[in-house]
């Protein structure tokens, strides 16, 4: 007996030493570690690492760019569902413990030797925080001390509501989702206030480990541990016997989304992606939650999408088809279900899906899609895919379906109506189109592509193509400025330029290889006419052409003073090009283009507001006005001076003397510069109004009765490079300049020789603007003072007399008439003695 005693004593001794000295050890990691962690205001500033998400004008999600998906949400967003599901799995006595869950770890302790594995953890989900928000998961000794002091010390500073709301914000549910607000997004596609009992015991039992249970990667392993959870649930009481039965008879049904944006503008949201990384570095762009409003319109970017996207496929539809993309020879080894998989596993390509051909009638061709649904393609919807040979020829026009597919091929769909499907391919050739608001040279619609996905390379910003004719109204207006006038004549002839470097001769024909003599430059631009512009630019010569067009902000690097500059020889992107029409649709003044109006923060606060120059044709006349009086002033005060030319309204110098400053609603600087006189450009716009409705534009939207030709603020050119290797056109009214490309990325491919601008480009720029200007007045620029109209004769451009000929009306500036006509006196005519003299 007196040896038990002893041993008890020994044991109690030996456990109080033990106790001694694991308070003491315990201590002791306490003020090693203790200094090193966090203090008070960094559990308290606690920054959630959000995505940057870029906004339309109207403010409209259309894009966001981040390491992690992060949607913040406070605890009162959040379900009650959610948060029981969370604490009866993770940590049933949250509101209970400081942090540590001492009854917890003697739990677990026990349960892990019993069971020989580790099957229950102990951590609570403060220590769950204070492992997510500032340890990593390396599983050492001192790590998990430092877990515990630190939610220790959480728990001292915030509150339990604090605390659970940084766990739903921070944890990680994969797939990129942190927070619950992401992963709802992610998994389901809903708001938080959507999600339903059994999908938030889903999105409950993903933190314990989120690449096992997340449904979308382990979907078995998540409707196990989901039932686990809601097991939980009505263990702690939280939810009845018959909800639980119901919520686990709900089957796993999830995918992934991305984030939910109203609508699809890739490769302007790219743009911003990389200048907003120019602007903060990479770090902050992608983690600080910032928001980037553009200047990009809802309405005028899905049209204008839509429009590139139709333009293109028609162009495709003209030259035949490709074949199928691929083909399945095993296809009656196949069950509706497998061949369902592999179509699921096909990109998805903007207007077209993919589709295996399942049967082949006469006329007819029936297909399965990706929903397992079953589509009938008629004879309507095949008959144009003759085989393609080249860009210039076709295969001979398919009589039966079978002369064009086959069982196992799989094809791609185009619904062309409600309930009308048709045949169709993923097209090659690429195309562009862009819209700016001409007074501010605000972004409002961009398309880089046919699909973002198929290719990244932004055809508007980072292709440089020769635009060709597309150049021409610039150098007639230049030639304008060196005394030209409309109506002035040029022989239409054969040209030929001897090149002494090549030892050759430069012959450019016209694209008709026709001529017709003498010729208005009305007429010559309307028709695209290329030696009256080769001659109008040996006239003017290519060095002034040069400087003449860096004034619309076209780059010297990418051009050369040659006389082929005149048919577009230089290289410029459609940007430039749509920036230089922008200057004949605001009349004459350059702006430059810009795509973001304003940054702010995640809370609103404004980091950059765009303050772009535009134009203000009542500041320039406040200020003539201000300098005119100066003028004057001066005058008087020196009457030994001879007077000064009365300066012209719309032309004046920035840096002269102003007797006073005046009220401008533009600041100075701000003030978009006149880089051509006003009746310049109201004489080309007016050539260009012919190019539309007398010209080469005229023939697409006449057969397409094209209500554009009602209006009568339209202007635009017509654009093809040698062997039609690029098409454009741009135009304008006074609300929109827009530029549209069309050609392939293979720089060494033709469109085709049936293909040019006003047939490839056009009708891009045409869908776009029939849908931008539907229900708005005739914009225009209104004649300015010093542009006279006078009878020509239409033969020779002189002024006409009382007897021209089939005289029509022409502008001109005045003092810049032709010289009139000899008076021809006919029999029997009565003459003026004094006609003589």
Not at 394 to 417: E, F, H, M, N, W
Request: contains cysteine; charged residues 20%; aromatic residues 10%.
């Amino acid at each position: 007996m007196k040896y038990l005693l002893s041993a008890f004593n020994n044991g109690i001794y030996f456990v109080f030493l033990l106790a001694i000295a694991g308070f003491m050890g315990f201590c002791s990691l306490y003020l090693y570690l203790g200094p090193h962690l966090p203090n008070v205001d960094s559990i308290r500033d606690i920054r959630l690492q959000t995505p940057m998400t870029v906004y339309s004008q109207e403010g409209d999600l259309i894009a966001e760019f981040g390491d992690k998906r992060r949607i913040p949400v406070t605890l009162s967003e959040v379900p009650q569902t959610f948060i029981q599901a969370l604490i009866a799995t993770e940590d049933k006595r949250f509101y209970e413990h400081s942090g540590v869950d001492f009854l917890g770890v003697i739990r677990a302790f026990v349960n892990n030797i019993t069971t020989g594995t580790r099957s229950q953890g102990a951590s609570t989900i403060t220590q769950l925080v204070a492992r997510n928000v500032y340890l990593d998961r390396e599983k050492t000794f001192t790590r998990k001390f430092r877990e515990m002091f630190l939610a220790w010390k959480i728990e001292s500073e915030i509150s339990k509501d604090e605390i659970l709301e940084l766990f739903i914000n921070k944890a990680h549910f994969s797939h990129r989702a942190y927070g619950l607000g992401a992963a709802a997004q992610v998994y389901y596609g809903k708001e938080l206030s959507e999600l339903k009992l059994h999908e938030a015991a889903v999105l409950a039992g993903i933190p314990k480990g989120e690449s096992i249970y997340n449904p979308i990667s382990n979907p078995d392993n998540a409707k196990e541990r989901r039932n686990h959870v809601l097991g939980r649930m009505l263990a702690e009481g939280y939810i009845e016997q018959a909800t639980y039965e119901a919520a686990i008879a709900e089957p796993i049904e999830t995918r992934k989304h991305g984030a939910d944006v109203s609508f699809s503008a890739p490769y302007l949201a790219e743009m911003v992606r990389r200048e907003m990384i120019q602007r903060f570095g990479r770090e902050a762009a992608y983690n600080n939650g910032l928001r980037v409003f553009t200047t990009i319109n809802n309405k005028l970017q899905i049209a204008a999408q839509a429009a590139l996207r139709q333009s293109l496929l028609e162009y495709d539809f003209r030259h035949g088809y490709r074949g199928p993309e691929q083909s399945i020879d095993n296809l009656s080894e196949l069950s509706t279900e497998e061949l369902k998989t592999y179509i699921e596993s096909l990109p998805a390509v903007a207007l077209l899906q993919p589709a295996v051909v399942t049967s082949v009638a006469e006329q007819s061709i029936t297909v399965l899609t990706s929903d397992a649904s079953t589509i009938e393609i008629d004879w309507e919807g095949l008959k144009w895919a003759a085989p393609f040979i080249n860009s210039d020829s076709r295969g001979p026009a398919p009589k039966t379906a079978s002369d064009i597919v086959k069982p196992g091929d799989v094809i791609r769909l185009y619904q062309s109506g409600p309930d009308t499907w048709k045949l169709s391919q993923i097209p090659e050739v690429a195309g562009g189109f862009i819209a700016v608001k001409p007074q501010t040279g605000a972004i409002e619609a961009l398309v880089g592509g046919y699909d973002f996905s198929l290719n990244q390379f932004n055809m508007v910003t980072q292709a440089r193509r020769q635009p060709g004719s597309n150049i021409k109204p610039f150098i007639y207006s230049a030639a304008l400025e060196k005394g030209y006038t409309a109506a002035s004549v040029l022989n239409d002839a054969p040209f030929v330029k001897e090149d002494k470097t090549a030892e050759d001769f430069w012959r450019p024909k016209n694209d008709s290889g026709r001529y017709k003599g003498p010729t208005r430059l009305r007429d010559a631009l309307r028709f695209s006419n290329n030696s009256i512009s080769v001659r109008l630019m040996n006239a003017i010569g290519p060095a002034y052409a040069e400087e003449y067009l860096a004034r619309f902000g076209f780059p010297d690097e990418y051009m050369e003073p040659y006389t082929s500059l005149a048919l577009g020889s230089a290289s410029f992107t459609p940007l430039e090009v749509v920036n230089g029409y922008a200057v004949f649709a605001n009349g004459g003044y350059r702006v430059e283009p810009f795509f973001i109006e304003r940054i702010e923060t995640s809370n609103e606060v404004v980091l950059f507001q765009a303050e772009p120059i535009q134009v203000c044709q009542e500041c320039e006349l406040a200020l003539a006005a201000t300098t005119l009086n100066a003028d004057e002033q001066t005058a008087s005060e020196a009457p030994q001076r001879q007077s000064q030319a009365e300066p012209v309204w719309g032309e004046y110098d920035i840096n002269a003397p102003l007797l006073a400053e005046p009220q401008l609603p533009v600041a100075k600087d701000k003030i978009a510069p006149r880089v051509i006189d006003d009746k310049n450009v109201f004489i080309v716009n007016s050539m260009m109004k012919d190019v539309i409705h007398r010209g080469t534009a005229w023939r697409q939207l006449h057969n397409s009765a094209s209500p554009l030709l009602q209006r009568q603020d339209i202007g635009g050119k017509t654009g093809t490079t040698n062997d039609a290797k690029d098409a454009w056109f741009s135009g304008f009214n006074g609300d929109y300049a827009a530029t549209a490309w069309v050609g392939f990325a293979d720089y060494s491919l033709t469109l085709g020789n049936r293909e040019y601008g006003g047939k490839a480009a056009l009708p891009v720029w045409q869908k776009f603007m029939e849908l931008a200007l539907r229900g708005r007045p005739n914009n225009t620029m209104a004649q300015p003072p010093g542009i006279v109209t006078a009878r020509i004769n239409p033969k020779n451009g002189k002024l006409a007399n009382s007897n021209t000929e089939n005289a029509i009306f022409e502008i001109f500036r005045a003092g810049n008439l032709p010289e009139k006509e000899p008076e021809t006196i006919l029999p029997g005519q009565d003459t003026d003695p004094f006609d003589v003299f």
